[in-house]
T-cell receptor, first 115, second 111 residues
Framework: ETGVTQSPTHLIKTRGQQVTLRCSSQ?????VSWYQQALGQGPQFIFQ???????GRGNFPPRFSGLQFPNYSSELNVNALELDDSALYLC??????????????FGSGTRLTVV | QQQVKQSPQSLIVQKGGISIINCAYE??????FPWYQQFPGKGPALLIA?????SEKKEGRFTISFNKSAKQFSLHIMDSQPGDSATYFC??????????FGAGTQVVVTP
């Protein structure tokens, strides 16, 4: 059984650019969530996808967008990058069904630096 | 608005000692309370989790105590080891919902 894998592991972008981060969910999981973790802080929820549809969103602007594919993998896209977007971006997958979530498995994250 | 408040921010414990981390929450709709361990450069890893229908759960050296009326829960790490040195996060969620994390506690276990 593979865990959650994220790519790339590190990325440096210039302010104003766009970035795409990728996530492969754990085998058997159908839900993917994305979190932003600034240095020294707890992860903050960006959004969640279930069966290819967004079903929850945190307090992030529309320039943060995502996709979930039929194989339950996911992408996080960030447009018009700002310096404050520098953070560790975490993907978490879970198995959801019948109104219950059975726990989340996190990937190791993508460290994004905006200069 | 921080829905999960965690304390202390950091703690130092001697090898063999007990580490205690406390969390408090506001939203009574939360029904899942996990604790995560995170090492530098890695994602959070689930340690142990509890649902509000039980008051305590133990897995190895890790115990969660849950007080539903006080809306508080805590993590006890017994017989702390240097390998336990990490940042610990409490979190809370509703079914289907996002995880709300605490701010984290950096634990250092001295030899």
């Amino acid at each position: 059984e593979t865990g959650v894998t994220q790519s790339p592991t590190h990325l440096i972008k210039t302010r104003g650019q766009q970035v795409t981060l990728r996530c492969s969910s754990q085998s058997g999981h159908n839900t993917v969530s994305w979190y932003q973790q600034a240095l020294g802080q707890g992860p903050q929820f960006i959004f969640q996808y279930y069966r290819e549809e967004e079903n929850g969103r945190g307090n992030f602007p529309p320039r943060f967008s995502g996709l979930q594919f039929p194989n339950y993998s996911s992408e996080l896209n960030v447009n018009a990058l700002e310096l404050d977007d520098s953070a560790l971006y975490l993907c978490a997958s879970s198995l959801s069904g019948r109104g219950t979530n059975y726990g989340y498995t996190f990937g190791s994250g993508t460290r994004l630096t905006v200069v | 608005q921080q829905q999960v408040k965690q304390s202390p921010q950091s703690l130092i414990v001697q090898k063999g000692g007990i580490s205690i981390i406390n969390c408090a929450y506001e939203n009574t709709a939360f029904d899942y309370f996990p604790w995560y361990q995170q090492f530098p450069g890695k994602g959070p890893a689930l340690l142990i989790a509890i649902r509000p229908d039980v008051s305590e759960k133990k897995e190895g050296r890790f115990t969660i105590s849950f007080n539903k009326s006080a809306k508080q829960f805590s993590l006890h790490i017994m017989d702390s080891q240097p390998g336990d040195s990490a940042t610990y996060f409490c979190a809370a969620a509703t079914s289907w919902g996002k995880l709300q994390f605490g701010a984290g506690t950096q634990v250092v276990v001295t030899p």
